[in-house]
Structure formats: structure tokens, C-alpha cells
Nanobody, 126 residues
Framework: QVQLVESGGGLVQAGASLRLSCAVS????????TGWFRQAPGKEREFVAF????????YYADSVQGRFTISRDNAKNTVYLQMNSLKPEDTAVYYC???????????????????WGQGTQVTVSP
């Protein structure tokens, strides 16, 4: 059974940092590509960042480029999202998603992913 469990969310002030974690079980490390998405109230789920199975390829949404960093520790089967210089508009529920694939191709759409976590709330106050 595949499980993705996010953690690390919270309430912070603008300018602060948070690191989200996504612990993956049921999938062999290096066998899946991973993305982070977020969904604010009343808005559609949007792509945030992608990392390939090896960690060698990353891709970011323009809105977070230069502020967020995605990484993975395959020994721990965990994917991270380091978020710096947080803004109130970053407030959302953040989800990690995975797709088992031997290919390196940036996946930017929610429909491309097979497995999802339950989400973790990030709230940034002005």
C-alpha cells in the first residue's frame, strides 16, 4: 500500500521559512517522480515544484522560483520542500504527489500523478 504523509506545515509570519516533508512508503526510492502542489481556499490546486526520481532534475512554478527548494533523500524515502521568504499569498494546503516512472519528464499537472498525501496547512500572516 502506497502512502505519502506530509508534515512541517504551520503558522508563520511573512518572511519566515518552513520545511515541509513528504514521507513515502510502499514505493521503492528512485522509482518515482514527485511533485508538490498547493490549494488555497476557493482556488484550484496549483503546481509548486517537481523533482525527478534521482533528484537530478527539478522544476519550479514561477511564483516560487528562487524562494522554494525541492530535494529528496532517497535513503529515507522522503521528499522535502524548503520554503524561504514566505508571503501571505503562499497560504494554502500543501500536497505532495508521486508517480512511479522510469523516465525523467517534468510533471506539472495534478492529473499526471497517481499517489497523493493528505496535505499540510501552511498559513503566512502579513
Amino acid at each position: 500500500q502506497v502512502q505519502l504523509v506530509e508534515s512541517g506545515g504551520g503558522l508563520v509570519q511573512a518572511g519566515a521559512s518552513l520545511r515541509l516533508s513528504c514521507a513515502v512508503s510502499g514505493l521503492t526510492s528512485r522509482s518515482y517522480n514527485t511533485g508538490w502542489f498547493r490549494q488555497a481556499p476557493g482556488k484550484e490546486r496549483e503546481f509548486v515544484a517537481f523533482i525527478s526520481s534521482s533528484g537530478g532534475t527539478t522544476y519550479y512554478a514561477d511564483s516560487v522560483q528562487g524562494r522554494f527548494t525541492i530535494s529528496r533523500d532517497n535513503a529515507k524515502n522522503t521528499v522535502y520542500l524548503q520554503m524561504n521568504s514566505l508571503k501571505p499569498e503562499d497560504t494554502a494546503v500543501y500536497y505532495c504527489a508521486a508517480k512511479r516512472s522510469p523516465f525523467v519528464r517534468v510533471l506539472r499537472y495534478a492529473s499526471e500523478y497517481t499517489y497523493w498525501g493528505q496535505g499540510t496547512q501552511v498559513t503566512v500572516s502579513p
